[in-house]
Each structure stands twice: as structure tokens, then as C-alpha cells.
């Protein structure tokens, strides 16, 4: 990275108001206090909870250099002016760490559901390819072979590019990334190219941020404005809109021979189309069938996405993220694949997010699963009963109530009979379940396993414990 000025990046923001001196150095960018160092150009960005300009003066005392606003605030610091301080740290962060993505292969996926079992897909794909490959999900982030910290599954702009120059430095030569509607909207992602940008389908979800299906779509639709390369799933009605508008964009659907002679053991119809997707997407950017068919069978599971929890018991418990309509539909149909027994699914519904889904989501647990226990997923600061009140207002059928998960939990998998398949829906791979008082360790998988070691362990006696079932007799 050069030596840069406060003024070189008025020159990348367009007209912008100056005050004070422009020809300050800037050595960084922060948007977060915490992580201000002396000469940093600070961005006071406005959030749901907390508005940025209130702490220029804790970024001036821990020497930043030049500031970011959205109207001058009284800080004797050079200050640009700008109409949006969020969106401004992308063209800002391109400049400072010298455009990454015009070295750095990113292949985006993005769409409402299997944007993670993608990636991990296309990730290994690359490996085995041989291509030192960066990866960005909300459930693994890794940076030239190391693994690190995960946050936002679609970081904000000045982390964002920041990873990605991290990657250059380290000698990755590609990046899979999940690329979200909301990051595009909110600037987060302008300035990356893609090398390639996946689209795997739209479904109701984040309509309390994006307001309607048309907005939803239309924000997925701009990302591919940035994209060099596109593979879309036409078997997806929104898919099928967008392959219209990009006539050179390689499409594929269920019924698409893309894996070619690859044999998969893969779970339900969802993970083939996520493994079609990831091999198109790699045969785009040059990988032949050899790595492909490699790489896709190097992957055993993707933690939190239908994960199978195995602690000796006569029973199968599914572990999956699902946590729109669509998905619990296809999650819950690809369970009863798996066998003949009662399907027990325990769910819930976020707090703080798309309440529109709530009803739907109930309508669908009620129409396929054989036994529904509605619970709290992360609340967050809403009332959990509110919460499963809406849930339950879509259902076709009666649900069981238990608002302590993990409650909830023990009662499915204690009264679970030999032939049975519970699905533990909503969470995943997630680790802590936010309440309103904050957050607090919770892990679906870790909570089973604890359940199923105290029912199934050492002197397990199937006789004893399930006198009813075909496993006792």
C-alpha cells in the first residue's frame, strides 16, 4: 500500500465537503473505536442501536488522523463530509489496500438458501485443484491456510478488502465468499469484482430489512453487475428472471448433468443442486473434472447443514441452519428419506428479523413433520411467546410449546423411538443464541450429544429404555 492523503480519497468519493486540512496522511481505516490506531481515517457510520458520530471524540483520542461524516461534528480533526459514511468505506477501502479483487479471484455465491454448502463445495474444488483459496462464510473464515475469527458472513467494507489483501499477501489466488442482499444494499461489497457470482435461488427472508420480494430480488439482481462470470439455477423462478437479463450466464437445474460421472452420496435434492452450482462455478474459472469430482467428494459435511449427530442411538438427529419456509420445506423432505419413522422437528423463529416468514414457517412444520416442537430460536430483544404466537398462527395443526431450547430438545430426543428422525432446525453450526439480555453459549449439536451420551451411554439397555419399540421387543 502507498503513502496516501486525506485528499486522495476525496478524488475516490467524488464531490465531497472538506473541512479542515486535506493533506493529512493516513495510515488505516476504522470504523469501530476499538480498532482506531494513530493515524487512521475513522468512518462514523450510523447503526441500528448506535450512531458513529458520537464517538469521533474517542477516535480522535486514540489518534486517528481524519474523519469520515455525515455532517461536521465539533472535532478538531480534518473531517469529509459525505452522504453516507457507511457506503463511502468501500470506494475508500478499494483505494487503500490497492483494489485486491483485480488480482484475487472471488467467486461469490449468493441466494436465499445453500450459499454455505456451496462455498464449502467450490472451496475444496479449488484446493484440490491446487489454488490457494481464501473462504468467507458465516460459519468458517479462512485467510492463506489459517483460520480466523468469523463474523458477518459478507464482512464490512474495510474488512472485507482488507481479508482480501491479507489473502494476496499470503498467496491465495482465489477467494469463495457468501455475498448477501443486505451487504450489496448497504455498500458493503462495491468495488469487488467477481470472478464469478452463483445465484442458488430466492425464497422469503429478509423482508423486514428489504421490504418486498421485488427489492430482495432486485438487490441480488445488482450484485451481478459486478460479476465477470455468472451461473444461475433457472429451476428457481426468480433464477429464471435473472438468466433472462444476462444472456452470456452458464444456468443448470435439477435435472442438469453438470457432475457428469462424479458418484456422490449426497442427502436430498438441495445439496445436488448446491454441488452442480459449485461445479459450474469452478469449470468457469478453469478447473478441470479431475479436481471437481476430487474436490466435491473430499467433502464429508458441512458442519450445521443437515449434520448428522451419532452418539449410539437408535434414531437419526438431523442438525440443519434451516430457517426460512423454502428451507425447512426441502430440509424436512430430505429427512424422510432417511427412513420410515416418525419425523419430530423442534424450530423456531428469530427475533429482530422477517416477521412475514413466521406464520409460513409454521405452515410448513405442521403440513410435513409428524410431531412439531415450537421453540425459541435467538429471540433477540423480542418476547419469545410473541414470537411462537406468530409461528403458530400458520399452522394447519397442533404444536407443542416449549420455549427453553434446550428443554425442548431433551423432550424430542428423550421420547424419540428406535426408526425415528428428529430434525433440530434453525441454528446450525451456531455456537450462541442471542436472548435480550445478551448473548450466551448455545450449541444445538453440543446439546444433543450431551443428551443423547446421558440416554445412550455406557450400560445403555434398549430394552430398558424403549420396552415399546421394535429395537426392545
Request: overall charge negative; proline content about 4%; glycine content about 10%.
Amino acid at each position: 500500500m502507498h503513502r496516501l492523503t486525506l485528499r486522495d480519497f476525496v478524488t475516490a468519493l467524488g464531490p465531497a465537503e472538506v473541512v479542515n486540512d486535506a493533506s493529512v496522511e493516513i495510515s488505516d481505516l476504522a470504523y469501530n473505536t476499538r480498532a482506531v490506531t494513530p493515524g487512521a481515517l475513522f468512518f462514523c457510520v450510523r447503526g441500528s442501536h448506535a450512531d458513529g458520530h458520537a464517538f469521533a471524540p474517542t477516535a480522535a483520542a486514540a489518534g486517528a488522523a481524519a474523519l469520515v461524516v455525515e455532517h461536521p461534528v465539533d472535532v478538531e480533526l480534518p473531517q469529509l463530509v459525505v452522504a453516507d459514511s457507511r457506503k463511502a468505506m468501500a470506494p475508500c477501502a478499494t483505494l487503500f489496500f490497492d483494489d485486491p479483487t483485480q488480482e484475487l479471484d472471488i467467486a461469490g455465491i449468493t441466494g436465499t438458501n445453500g450459499k454455505t454448502t456451496t462455498a464449502f463445495l467450490l472451496h475444496a474444488i479449488l484446493d484440490a485443484a491446487g489454488r490457494g483459496t481464501g473462504l468467507l462464510t458465516n460459519i468458517e473464515r479462512r485467510v492463506a491456510g489459517e483460520e480466523q475469527p468469523v463474523g458477518l458472513n459478507t464482512p464490512e467494507a474495510i474488512d472485507l478488502q482488507r481479508l482480501f489483501r491479507d489473502m494476496l499477501d499470503g498467496s491465495d489466488s482465489a477467494c469463495v465468499m457468501e455475498a448477501t442482499s443486505i451487504a450489496q444494499a448497504q455498500g458493503r461489497l462495491d468495488g469487488t469484482r467477481f470472478a464469478v457470482l452463483v445465484f442458488t435461488n430466492l425464497t422469503q427472508d429478509h423482508l423486514d430489512f428489504h421490504g418486498t420480494m421485488e427489492d430482495y430480488f432486485e438487490a441480488k439482481r445488482a450484485l451481478f453487475e459486478q460479476a465477470d462470470r455468472a451461473v444461475v439455477n433457472v429451476g428457481d423462478e426468480y433464477g429464471r428472471r435473472l438468466a433472462a437479463q444476462l444472456p452470456n450466464a452458464v444456468t443448470f437445474d435439477a435435472g442438469s448433468d453438470a457432475l457428469g460421472g462424479i458418484d456422490l452420496e449426497l442427502r436430498g435434492g438441495f445439496n445436488r443442486l448446491n454441488a452442480i452450482s459449485a461445479a459450474l462455478a469452478a469449470r468457469s474459472l478453469g478447473v478441470d473434472e479431475e479436481a471437481i469430482k476430487r474436490g466435491i467428494e473430499s467433502v464429508h459435511g458441512v458442519p450445521g447443514r443437515f449434520e448428522s449427530i451419532e452418539e449410539g442411538q437408535p434414531f437419526t438427529v438431523i442438525v440443519d441452519y434451516a430457517h426460512t419456509p423454502d428451507s425447512l420445506d426441502n430440509v424436512i423432505r430430505a429427512a424422510r428419506e432417511l427412513g420410515g419413522g416418525r419425523l419430530t422437528v423442534v424450530f423456531g423463529a428469530g427475533g429482530d428479523r422477517d416477521r412475514v416468514k413466521r406464520p409460513l414457517m409454521g405452515r410448513v412444520v405442521s403440513e410435513l413433520a409428524d410431531r412439531a416442537i415450537l421453540t425459541s430460536d435467538n429471540p433477540r430483544s423480542e418476547n419469545p411467546e410473541a414470537i411462537a404466537a406468530e409461528v403458530a398462527n400458520g399452522a394447519l395443526g397442533s404444536f407443542e410449546l416449549e420455549l427453553d431450547r434446550r428443554t425442548a430438545i431433551e423432550r424430542a430426543l428423550t421420547e424419540a423411538r428406535a426408526g425415528d428422525i428428529v430434525v433440530l432446525a434453525g441454528r446450525g453450526a451456531e455456537r450462541e443464541q442471542e436472548l435480550a439480555t445478551g448473548k450466551i453459549p448455545f450449541d444445538d449439536r453440543e446439546v444433543a450429544r450431551e443428551v443423547l451420551r446421558q440416554a445412550y451411554g455406557p450400560g445403555y439397555m434398549p430394552q430398558h429404555r424403549h420396552p415399546n419399540t421394535a429395537l426392545g421387543s
